[in-house]
């Protein structure tokens, strides 16, 4: 009979949690800004959906569909206030969730 080792075993997966700072530097600093300025309803709901938590879990399966709203909507509205700003595309969506999490951006 062979036992297994607890040691032996691979570590599980930690969770991709990273705080929202970091999830706000994914996006570009000054598109959140564009974000945070907007009066389009659906900048105004992602706000309101991503400030109610303390981490943001790039796992999250209603985070895709709701950053793909301001995809499809073509938001934010580039603002000249703060240059570098405009629309979340599907290709930054993929680039935000996809990327490896850091220990830095880990809450």
Request: net charge negative.
């Amino acid at each position: 009979m062979q036992f297994i080792n607890a040691n032996d075993q691979p570590p599980l997966p930690r969770p991709r949690h990273i705080t929202l700072g970091a999830f706000q530097k994914r996006l570009g600093v000054m598109r959140v800004f564009a974000i945070d300025n907007s009066t389009a309803p659906k900048c105004i709901a992602l706000r309101a959906f991503l400030n109610r938590f303390s981490y943001i879990d790039l796992d999250d399966p209603e985070l895709p569909p709701l950053l793909g709203m301001l995809a499809q909507a073509e938001l934010p509205t580039p603002d000249p206030e703060f240059p570098g700003s405009g629309p979340v595309t599907m290709q930054l969506i993929d680039e935000v969730l996809g990327a490896e999490v850091t220990e830095g951006e880990r809450p």
